[in-house]
């Protein structure tokens, strides 16, 4: 209960008192809205990239699996575009990450579900040095810096998951993994070079397709991959996307 002074010279009056109340409830609800715009525009930041949310699947069209890295998600979306009405083109809704994580995940990923083809990569984390504790990233110059995925690793990780990939019966893709330019940070500039030879081995033996997206960006690069770093522009992704398809469309084309 609101008390007034009865010695006050300037006693309140009715309306100055309903003033007084009337604020405090408007300005609760204008810090609320305040606090609720604010919210809004965090969850706005937050949206969930398009290649991480399902899809819901058309019957009767041929199964496509993507895997791979933030490369890959960055093509993807382009991809399904791109074949629209004629597959259906899914992923992990995950950064695949490095092969290490591959072999651990593979089963996961690939479900229950038939696919048709499977285009896969990894590299660009195997590459990515790490200190000496294996806990931090590091720059390959730091004293004891090693790969997150040595090239020994790799290939063996590599021809693990090439095993369990055949057995699906898809059609199988390997696509070589993008250049990596100077002060891109982490890495050393175009190891993805070595990594590559040591795929293309694994994918000779074993009869796999290649899809080459290094030899296809790299004479390219300065118009599509954003500067000193591994990724691409929206429209350097969408350069990929086409290339991407082309080799899908032979592989379906092939199961027909």
């Known amino acids: 209960m609101l008390t007034v002074p009865q010695n006050h010279r300037h006693p309140l009056t009715v309306s100055t008192i309903l003033a007084v109340l009337l604020f405090g409830v408007f300005g609760q609800s204008a810090m609320a809205f305040q606090t609720q715009k604010s919210d809004t525009g965090a969850k706005a930041k937050r949206a969930v990239n398009p290649a991480m949310v399902p899809v819901e699947e058309t019957v009767g069209l041929p199964r496509v699996l993507l895997i791979g890295d933030s490369i890959s998600i960055g093509y993807t979306v382009a991809v399904r575009d791109l074949l629209k009405d004629k597959a259906n083109v899914l992923r992990p809704l995950t950064n695949c990450g490095p092969t290490s994580r591959g072999v651990a995940s593979l089963d996961d990923w690939l479900g229950d579900g038939h696919w048709d083809v499977i285009h896969f990569n990894f590299g660009l984390h195997d590459m990515v040095f790490f200190s ?94 954003l500067p000193k770093n591994v990724h691409f522009t929206p429209d350097g992704s969408n350069v990929l996307a086409e290339e991407v398809v082309r080799s899908i469309t032979a592989a379906l084309a092939e199961k027909k």
């Not at 990594?195 to 081995?201: G, L, P, Q, W």
Request: net charge negative; hydrophobic share 35%.
């Open 132 to 225: 000496a504790d294996g806990k931090t990233r590091a720059e390959p110059s730091v004293e004891g810096a090693k790969h997150q995925v040595s090239v020994e690793d790799y290939e063996k990780n590599l021809r693990q998951m090439v095993d369990r990939l055949k057995k699906t019966g898809a059609k199988l893709i390997w696509c070589t993994t993008t250049p990596v330019p100077e002060g891109s940070g982490g890495r050393l500039a175009d190891e993805s070079v070595l990594y590559n030879e040591v795929a293309a081995k694994v994918m000779k033996e074993n009869d796999i397709a290649v899809d080459d997206l290094h030899a296809f960006a790299l004479p390219q690069l300065e118009e599509i991959q």
